[in-house]
């Protein structure tokens, strides 16, 4: 794949977070337009964006797959003024299921740890495959990985519990109306720094803990094992 078709962090989050929260706090009320067309307006930003990710990758990424459903699901919610603890559940579930996926592969022979981080995209798996041979070490090593991969399932169960009682906080109003796509507006941007920052932070944590593991089991520095 080339540069260009790799997305830009910048403008996928102005795309998917920015404009479509800017559109639900300002342009909902009657005077704009209207809570519904609003919602819709909204939702088309990142459904827009990751049909064009689809298009341009030629393959269905799972959790792009995952966020669409959240999409159509959130629009559901709203047009059909079903009640607002069901955007909770939904808030909760999405993350809560990838969480299930996650452990249930740590049980497999492809730990999702392994499908994610210790890829040879990111890391020189030939080599640090032959070093834990020569030390004997690659069954401690398979260990690593499955602990690994029970840290990244805690990682979206936390997401899931805060999804939850964020969206139990700032979700109140009924939905389908112009006070519930402003706090849906403010519900996306607070749950931006709120969630994904410590998911990060827990991520690095799970790369540190498997990066140790390399030096320790496969006796590889850190930029022998990363591809540079």
Same mark, same amino acid.
């Given at each position: 794949?080339?540069?260009?078709?790799?997305?830009?962090?910048?403008?996928?989050?102005?795309?998917?977070?920015?404009?479509?929260?800017?559109?639900?706090?300002?342009?909902?009320?009657?005077?704009?337009?209207? &809570?519904?067309?609003?919602?819709?307006?909204?939702?088309?930003?990142? +459904?827009?964006?990751?049909?064009?990710?689809?298009?341009?990758?030629?393959?269905?990424?799972?959790?792009?797959?995952?966020?669409?459903?959240?999409?159509?699901?959130?629009?559901?919610?709203?047009?059909?003024?079903?009640?607002?603890?069901?955007?909770?559940?939904?808030?909760?579930?999405?993350?809560? +299921?990838?969480?299930?996926?996650?452990?249930?592969?740590?049980?497999?022979?492809?730990?999702?740890?392994?499908?994610?981080?210790?890829?040879?995209?990111?890391?020189?798996?030939?080599?640090?495959?032959?070093?834990?041979?020569?030390?004997?070490?690659?069954?401690?090593?398979?260990?690593?990985?499955?602990?690994?991969?029970?840290?990244?399932?805690?990682?979206?169960?936390?997401?899931?519990?805060?999804?939850?009682?964020?969206?139990?906080?700032?979700?109140?109003?009924?939905?389908?109306?112009? &006070?519930?796509?402003?706090?849906?507006?403010?519900?996306?941007?607070?749950?931006?720094?709120?969630?994904?920052?410590?998911?990060?932070?827990?991520?690095?944590?799970?790369?540190?803990? +498997?990066?140790?593991?390399?030096?320790?089991? &496969?006796?590889?520095?850190?930029?022998? &094992?990363?591809?540079?």
């Amino acid at each position: 794949m080339s540069d260009s078709a790799k997305p830009n962090p910048l403008i996928e989050i102005l795309i998917t977070l920015i404009i479509p929260s800017a559109i639900l706090m300002k342009m909902s009320g009657d005077e704009s337009l209207g &809570a519904v067309n609003a919602l819709l307006l909204a939702l088309s930003f990142p +459904l827009f964006w990751g049909v064009r990710e689809f298009i341009v990758r030629r393959k269905l990424n799972l959790f792009a797959a995952l966020g669409l459903v959240s999409i159509l699901l959130t629009g559901g919610i709203g047009l059909l003024q079903l009640d607002t603890q069901w955007l909770a559940i939904k808030e909760a579930a999405i993350p809560g +299921l990838i969480g299930v996926a996650v452990l249930v592969s740590a049980h497999t022979r492809y730990p999702l740890v392994q499908v994610l981080l210790y890829t040879p995209a990111l890391m020189n798996v030939e080599l640090i495959q032959r070093s834990l041979d020569e030390r004997g070490n690659r069954q401690a090593f398979e260990n690593s990985l499955k602990n690994a991969t029970h840290m990244l399932g805690g990682s979206f169960f936390f997401s899931s519990v805060m999804n939850y009682f964020l969206a139990t906080w700032i979700v109140t109003s009924p939905s389908g109306s112009a &006070a519930f796509n402003e706090e849906l507006g403010r519900l996306t941007l607070m749950s931006y720094p709120v969630i994904a920052v410590p998911s990060m932070l827990i991520m690095m944590a799970i790369m540190y803990y +498997l990066t140790r593991a390399i030096r320790t089991l &496969a006796g590889l520095k850190l930029t022998e &094992a990363i591809k540079q």
